[in-house]
């Protein structure tokens, strides 16, 4: 199995390529190579890679910018996943002009943290605030600034923008398969409460959340960043976090939510519900083909999907400057 433990021992984020040069160690060569994003380090894409530490955590964080950026995207990533798995939604962002800022958040990917839990999901929130504060002190990060995230990133940066209020420092934020509660949530609530006091893991069962066999697959045979347990802690304070979620006030921040019909990791009619009542302005498209896991879906419903993302960043930060590849 590969092993990317060796990268761990990076220090602070720092520029990893300029445009007309490698990356500075073999370790990131192969990781890059692994996630099929070296493709992406052309002639003028630049890429800063590194950790920063933010509520006692190391968070393996990386930025990639294009020429002249038009702004800064922060990706934020779901449950179980890690910015290894988000070449097509840089890619698309990087061809917009974006200054794209991904990191593995705690407990997941090259983070350091207890595995694929947190105690309280304000913790997200605290490292998000930490990291952006940490890179506009270096000048990293540009505004506008628009944030995307996938299912529990999504609830991440709905969280912060309802929490911070108005004037908000988002220019506009995408919401992808939001994680509010996931499917079965009522009956599984119960289980929970049952099982918690008396075991702290259950198996992960790796069903398909995406129409591209290639992408499960490789979740379930190749990526050694994935852990192979749920854990109840993770659940509880899932628990805890949805109610807090549904008392926040309303906010006017202009919201688009991509949200796939198959979906059956979260109880997405029911999310919609609470986000549209949450953000008022909030723009939603529903894909009658899509699963859960949507910057990863089969070719095809993943560019309508973008398609839809890339229209809503110009309305809410016109570009200025010629993209990549026009």
Sequence with gaps: MTDFAPLQALGPIAPARVPGSTPWT????????????APLLGDHVALHVGYLDARGFRLWTQIWT???????????????????????????????????????????????GERATIDDFDDYGECLAELQAQLDHQGLIPKPWVGIGQSTGAAILATDALRHGEPS???GLALLAPLVRPLGWPQSSWLHRLASPFITTLPRKYRPNS???????????ADPLQADYLTLTWVSAM??????????????????????????????????????????????????????HLVNEAEPIRQVLFDEL?????????????????
């Design 310 to 326: 890339s229209v809503f960043l110009d309305d809410v930060a016109p570009c200025n400057v010629q993209r990549l590849g026009t």
């Design 211 to 221: 129409s591209d066999s290639d992408f499960t697959a490789f979740l379930r045979e």
């Design 66 to 112: 294009p020429t002249a950026p038009r702004g800064t995207a922060f990706v934020v990533h779901g449950y179980f996943d890690h910015l290894g798995l988000y070449r097509h939604l840089l890619e698309r962002l990087l061809a917009q002009g974006w200054r794209v800022v991904l990191w593995d958040l705690p407990g997941h990917g090259l983070s350091s």
């Design 169 to 171: 420092t988002w220019q």
């Design 26 to 37: 073999p370790h990131l060569d192969h990781y890059l190579a692994h996630y099929q994003l």
């Design 239 to 292: 628990r805890r976090w949805m109610p807090q979620l549904i008392a926040l006030p309303t906010s006017q921040l202009p919201v688009l939510i991509l949200q796939g019909e198959q979906d059956l990791t979260v109880d997405w009619a029911w999310n919609l519900e609470v986000m549209t009542r949450k953000f008022p302005r909030a723009r939603v498209y529903r894909h009658p083909e899509a699963r859960h």
